[in-house]
DNA sequence: ATTATATATTGCAATATTACGATGAATAGG
DNA sequence: CCTATTCATCGTAATATTGCAATATATAAT
């Protein structure tokens, strides 16, 4: 019914599928690849750099605010966006938490 | 319009958001969650585990195979998933150096 | 062959996402 | 005050996702 059960599972599952979720578009990767590089925060170059409607950025910028990913400061007239430093490193945890978990195989990979 | 134009993005960045889009859901987790503790393989008992009709659960490993993260194998009348280990380390790092990539911040984390 | 078991696929309804034009709000400069 | 600039929000169209019942397929056992 596009309406996910998210009573049925943990508080942890529910976590990582909303930051997946926020990393589940190459224009808000694009994005947070941009402010990775940039450090110094940006705002809508993001419509010069990418290729997309200045109103589409807006959405995916908030988005990732929504996601408490990056955060945004109004600068005068421009809004200056970054990463949140304290987030990006939990985010990392919590997907390594995961990635790590895979157990070893022995020697011949006889997983399955 | 609801089409990603991925023809704006580099090939990474259209994977790392294809495999986010593998984790953006909170039963795939589960599974995921599921296969990594019991390394040996499972098929329908994700159907008891989550509260999720057998068709969804179906829908959901396809995805997840889909996306290259997990391997079905046949034995007998039932199917056996796993996660695939090679895969899973090119994810875990694909998804490690985006979040290593963020710079030191100085004394004072003056990012913006 | 028939039945039981296990999983995949199809078809559909409800909802979510993506994209953008148009409009609104807020600031800076004249 | 008027205008330009920058960004957010609204409204809308196109498409994708989620979930499940029903049905199909395939193996194993009797």
Redesign the pocket.
Known sequence: ?????TDLFTKEQNELAVLA?AF??P?RIAILQYLLDSNTCI??DLVNELG?????I??H???LKNAGLIQ?NIE????SYCIDPEKWEDVKELFNGMFDKIHNCGPKDECC
């Open positions: 019914m596009g309406i996910t059960k979720k589940a578009h224009a705002n809508g997309l409607a200045q109103a589409t807006s959405q910028l908030r988005e945004g005068g007239v421009s809004m």
